[in-house]
C-alpha cells in the first residue's frame, strides 16, 4: 500500500484524504485499515505531511526537517545533522525551542509549516505577587502568557517554584499546575526545577520501596550458594573522593607469564528480579544522573549504596570476570563466574596518583599491588594504541557549591593514570564478557559505535586544512588509529584540545544494539557495557543473560531474547541521550550563573565555532560563550562560509576556529521578565512607557536610570561575551 500511495504523491504532490481513497478504489475495511497505516507511516517516516487538509510530498529540495534551537531574540535555527538553516521568529508558527519542524525553504523566506513533536512539554517558573493575584514567570521566555486552569486547587505563596504541564500551545498558553516545589531561596530549587520540567523521575514508588524493605542487607547462607569464594583474595575498589556506589573491584597476581586481572562487578541482578517493581522502575530510569549537588539513581539507596555496593570489610555477591594476561598485555584467557568476595580496601583516585607520583605514602602496605596494577595498566594502554584507540582529549568541568547551592568555582578536573588504569580493567572486562557472549551466540545488548559519515571526515579535513594542519585520511574507509594518529601530530595543545573537540564532533553516537557491530572509537571489533550495573542498565541485562546461558545453562527463548533486548537496547539509548542532556543543561545553568558575578571581567580562551551571527568561545574553566558579531564594533564582519571565518571587510581581521583571543564577560541574561520586582509594570502603548500600577513609576525613552549588568541566560545555560579591543562598551 505504501508503494501505491508514493506512485500517486509522484504523479501530483497534493491530495486530499477522500481523492486518495477513489485513485485507490478500496474495496472493504481492511483495504481501508491498510491505507490509514500507510499514510500513518509515511507521514512518521517524513515523506507525506498532513496540514489537516490535504497530504503533500515532502521534496528535500523545497521542505527542510529538524530539531529547532533558540539562538537569538529574533532567529532560530533550525538543525538536522551538520545541516542547519534560519527561521524568522516571526514565520515560526508557534513553535518553541526544542520542537521538531518541517520549513518551507523559500529565498525569500524560510516559514514553520508543520510541528511533528513539540520539545517542551512542562514549563518551571515562579509564582510572584503583583497586587491580588499571584503572576506565573517562566524560566525561559515562551513570548506568551499562562492561563492556569487549576491555579485556585493550590495555596500559592510568593516565590513560590511550580512546574506547569501544557494542556494547549494557545496564547495564552493553556497549563495546570504539576507541582509546587517550594520557595526559590531554598538551596538545590533550581535545579529541582530543571529536573521536573524535563521529566526526571527522581523518586521511587511505594510499590518499590516495600520491595526494598523485603531484601536482606546483609549476604545470607542462600546468597553464598554456587559461587567461587574469593574472600581470601587480596581486593580493593577505587572510584573518586566522593563516590558513594562502588560497583567495581580490582584483584590482582603475578603469574608466570605476566599477570592473573580479576575484576569483580556487583552482581545486581541477583538482587533485582526481572519484572519487579524495582526493575521497572530501573528500566524506566535505565541510567543514574550525575549532577553538581545531587546524584540521581537508577536504583534505590538501600540497594546503588547498600547490599549491591562493594563497600569495605563486608561481604559482597559479585560476577567475576578473570583474565590471564601476557607480558605484552595480550589477554590469553579468562573466565566468567558468580563470587563472592570482600573488599579490604576503599582507595581513592587522588592518594593513588598521589602513590604514583610518589607523593604520599598512606597506601604504603598495599603498594605492591597497586604498583603491579599500573605495571598490568601500562601494557593494556599499549595494546589499546596499536589497535587506535581514540584519546579524545575533552575537558571535564568541576562545579563547586556552596551550602546555599551558588557556584563558587568552575574548574576542570584533573586526570591521573589512576582513572586510566581503572579504564583499561574495565574496558578489558567488557570485551571479554563481549566475545563470550558473541561466540556463543548468547543474547545480549552490545554497545557499538559506528565508522564515521565521509562527510563528516570531509568537513573535518576542511577544517584541518584551515588551521594548516596537513593531513590525508580516505573518508570512506578511515580508521580509528589513523585518527588518533592525526591528533597526535598536532604539537600546539591548544590546537590539539580544539581539533579533539572537532573529530568527536564528526564522529557517530554510540548506541546499545542487540548486535555486535563493533566500537570505532575503541578501535574494537566486540564490546559491551558489563562493569557498571548499578547505574547502567545495560549492564544489568548483560548480567542476566550471563546467568541465565552461561551461569544456569539454559537454551530457552534465546530468539524471544534477542527480539526484547532490541527495543531495550533503543530506550537504553533513548534515556541515555535524555540524562546527558539533563546533565549539560544544568551545568550549563550553573556555569552562567557563576559568571554572573563576573561580568566585565578579561578572560582568554579559544575559539571552537563559527556561524554568521557570531561565534564561540570556550575558556579554559570550560565555561563557552557565544561572541555575536553585532558586538565587532570596530568593522563590519562578513561570514566566509568555504573557510568557516568571520573576515572584518575593511581591517581584514579575522575571527576561525582554533584562534586565541581574549573576551569580557558582558552579559549572562538572568531573567530579565522580572527585574522589575517592586512593582507590576504595564506597558502604555500611547506613550511608550512602562509604568508601575502601585507607586507610578515610569520608564520613558531619554529618562536617565542607574543599571546594574546582570545578563548572563542562565536558564538556558548562556553567557555572552565581547571581544577586547573591539570597542568595549
Known sequence: MEQRLLELFQKKNKWNQKDLEKELHLKNSAEFIAFVKALNALEDEKIICNDHTSYYLIDQKEYFTGKIKDISKFEYAVVNGDQKIYVSKNHAKDAFDGDEVLVHVDPKKNEVIHIYRRG???????FYKRRKDFIFYSDVDLHRSFHIKNIDKYTIHNQDRAVLSIIKYSNPMECKIEKILGS???????????????DVRTEFSNRVRKEVKDIDQVVTDKDRQNRKDLRDL?????????????????????????YTLYVHIADVSHYVEEGSSIDKEAYARATSIYLCDRVIPMLPFELSNGI??????????TITCKMNINSKGEIKTFDVFPSLIES???????????????????????QESLLMMKELAILLKEQSVERGNIDFESPEARIELDDRGKPIDVYVKTRGF????????????NVCVAHLLNSEKIPGMYRIHQKPDPDRIESLMRMAYLMHIIWDFDPENITSKELQEFLDSIEDPYTREVMSMMTLRAMQKAVYSEKCQGHFGLGLEEYCHFTSPIRRYPDLIVHRMLRRYVFEKSDKNRDFEVSKIEKQALHASAKERDAITVERAVDDYKKAQYMEDHIGEVFEGVITGVAKFGFFVMLENTVEG????????????AYDDLHMRLIGENNGKEYTIGKRVKVA???????????????????????????????????????RVKVACVEAVKEKGQVTFEVIGSKYR
Open 184 to 198: 526559590e531561596e531554598e538551596p538545590g530549587m533550581d535545579i529541582t526545577s530543571i529536573l521536573y520540567a524535563k
Open 120 to 126: 517542551i512539554r512542562k514549563i518551571a517558573g515562579t
Open 308 to 317: 549491591c555496593s562493594l563497600n569495605p570489610n563486608v561481604e559482597r555477591c
Open 344 to 366: 579490604n580496601r576503599r582507595c581513592t583516585y587522588q592518594k593513588v596518583n598521589a602513590l604514583f607520583d610518589d607523593r604520599d605514602t598512606e597506601y604504603f602496605d598495599i
Open 626 to 637: 557565544l561572541v555575536p558579531a553585532r558586538m565587532l564594533q570596530d568593522d563590519f564582519y
Open 234 to 258: 587480596f581486593t580493593i575498589t577505587i572510584d573518586g573522593d566522593d563516590a558513594r556506589d562502588f560497583d567495581d573491584a580490582i584483584s590482582i597476581e603475578k603469574a608466570k607469564d605476566g
Open 665 to 703: 564577560c558582558v552579559e549572562a541574561v538572568k531573567e530579565p521578565a522580572r527585574m522589575l520586582q517592586d512593582d507590576f509594570y504595564a506597558y502604555d502603548d500611547l506613550h511608550m512607557r512602562l509604568i508601575g500600577e502601585n507607586n507610578g513609576k515610569e520608564y520613558t525613552i531619554g529618562k
Open 418 to 429: 589512576a582513572e586510566e588504569m581503572i579504564e583499561q580493567f574495565m574496558i578489558s572486562a
